[in-house]
C-alpha cells in the first residue's frame, strides 16, 4: 500500500534517544498507540500500563550483525553489505557506493563473475542474482574462512544515509538478542525491540504480561527499491508456540514486536490459527488479501509511505486504522527509523473477533 502522507525530511531519527539528553535511556521515546482509528500519545514508558496481565509480546532473539566492510572492486571502493547465510554456505549480499559521507547509495548489482576483495586477503565473487528481485541482491561465494571472523573484525552496522555518524555494535542490539553461531543473526536490527530495557521488561513481567521468543535473521531493507521481503530463517520453539496458543485460548492479546517476529508466528501458524513449532526457510508475504491467523497487535516502528511492511500492518489493523495513525504520526511530529518512535497497533474489539474478520478480507 501506499499511504497519501509525505513524511518531512526532519523527522528521521539521526541518534539514538539515549544520545539527545542527559538522563535518558532508549526507551525515550513516544508511542503512538491505534485501536482501530483511534488514536492515543503516549510515552514507551507507559507500554506496561497499555497491555494487560494475560498478554504474550512475542520478541525476536536475532543478534544484529556488523554487517557492512569495506572492500574493492578494481580500483573502485565499494562498500558489501553481507545479508542472508543459504544453506550452500554462499552469502546473498548488496555491493554499495560509498557517499562520501561515511553511509553508500544504491549501486547496479554484478554482472556474474564480479571479484570483491576484502580486509584480510579474503576474496568473494559474485554468482547469481536473487531470484524475483531487481538485482539488487546475489548470491556470492566466498573465498574462504567464516564470514562471521571477517564481519567481527572488520565489520560495522550497517547504516543509511538519514543517521548523523556511525555507533557501535551494542547500539543496534535489542535488549532480545542472544549470542548466534558463527555468523548467524540478522544484517539489520530487529528495531521495534529497541527501545525495550531490562528494567521495563521487568515492569511487564511484574504485570502479568508474558514473552515468547521467536528467531528471525532479516536481511538487509530495501531502502530505495521498497521490495517486498525475500525468504529469511526463522525459529518457533515449541515453549513459544504452547505460550501463544495458550494465550489464545484464553482472554489475552498476542502483540508482536516488530514485523519480524509477525512473520515467523505466521509463517508457524495453520489455517485453523494454532500455531506450531517450526523452524527453515519462509517465503511467507502477509498482506491484507492473506490476513493474520495468530497476531492480534503489532508493535512496530514508523516505516516510509512505500514501504511494503505497510502491507503487514494492514492485515493487522485495516487501512483505516493505518491512515489514520500515519496521519497523526506526522501531525504529531512522530520520528522515523530504527532510533524513532514506535506504533502499538492494539485489537480495536475481541482479537478472537478480529482474527476472523481479518481472514474474510
Not at 30 to 41: A, D, I, K, M, Q
Not at 274 to 290: F, I, K, N, Y
Not at 340 to 357: A, I, M, N, R
Amino acid at each position: 500500500m501506499t499511504l497519501a502522507v509525505r513524511v518531512p525530511e526532519g523527522l528521521s531519527a539521526r541518534v539514538p534517544a539515549e544520545q539527545c539528553g542527559p538522563g535518558l535511556d532508549r526507551g525515550a521515546v513516544r508511542l503512538l498507540v491505534s485501536r482501530g482509528t483511534e488514536v492515543s500519545h503516549h510515552t514507551f514508558a507507559e507500554l506496561p500500563r497499555l497491555l494487560r496481565a494475560g498478554d504474550v509480546l512475542v520478541v525476536n532473539t536475532s543478534p544484529t550483525l556488523a554487517a557492512a566492510v569495506d572492500g574493492m572492486v578494481g580500483h573502485a571502493r565499494v562498500v558489501v553489505h553481507f545479508s542472508t547465510r543459504g544453506d550452500d554456505g554462499r552469502w546473498a549480499l548488496e555491493l554499495r557506493d560509498p557517499d562520501g559521507k561515511g553511509t553508500t547509495r544504491a549501486r547496479t548489482g554484478g554482472p556474474a563473475g564480479t571479484e570483491v576483495r576484502l580486509p584480510g586477503g579474503v576474496r568473494l565473487v559474485l554468482e547469481e542474482a536473487l531470484s524475483g528481485l531487481s538485482g539488487r541482491l546475489w548470491w556470492a561465494r566466498v573465498s574462504a574462512g567464516a564470514v562471521g571472523g571477517l564481519l567481527r573484525e572488520h565489520g560495522r552496522p550497517i547504516r543509511y544515509s538519514y543517521t548523523e555518524r556511525d555507533q557501535s555494535l551494542s547500539v543496534y542490539q535489542t535488549v532480545f538478542a542472544l549470542p548466534g553461531t558463527d555468523g548467524e543473526g540478522s544484517a539489520e536490527m530487529p528495531s521495534a525491540a529497541r527501545p525495550f530495557t531490562t528494567r521495563l521488561v521487568a515492569e511487564l513481567v511484574s504485570r502479568g504480561v508474558q514473552f515468547a521468543p521467536i528467531t528471525l535473521h532479516t536481511g538487509v531493507a530495501s531502502a530505495e527499491a521498497h521490495e517486498p521481503p525475500y525468504p529469511e530463517r526463522f525459529a518457533v520453539p515449541e515453549a513459544s508456540a504452547r505460550l501463544i496458543n495458550a494465550v489464545r485460548a484464553g482472554d489475552g492479546r498476542v502483540v508482536a514486536v516488530g514485523t519480524t517476529a509477525v512473520r515467523a508466528v505466521e509463517s508457524a501458524a495453520g489455517a485453523d490459527g494454532v500455531v506450531r513449532a517450526a523452524e527453515g526457510w519462509t517465503d511467507l508475504v502477509v498482506t491484507p488479501e492473506r490476513g493474520v491467523r495468530a497476531v492480534d497487535g503489532l508493535l512496530t516502528g514508523l516505516h516510509e509511505p512505500e514501504a511494503s511492511h505497510l502491507l503487514m500492518l494492514e492485515a493487522v489493523a485495516g487501512r483505516a486504522a493505518v491512515e489514520r495513525g500515519y496521519e497523526e504520526a506526522v501531525r504529531g511530529l512522530y520520528l522515523w527509523h530504527e532510533f524513532g518512535d514506535v506504533h502499538l497497533v492494539l485489537p480495536e474489539k475481541s482479537p478472537h473477533t478480529q482474527h476472523c474478520f481479518s481472514n474474510c478480507w
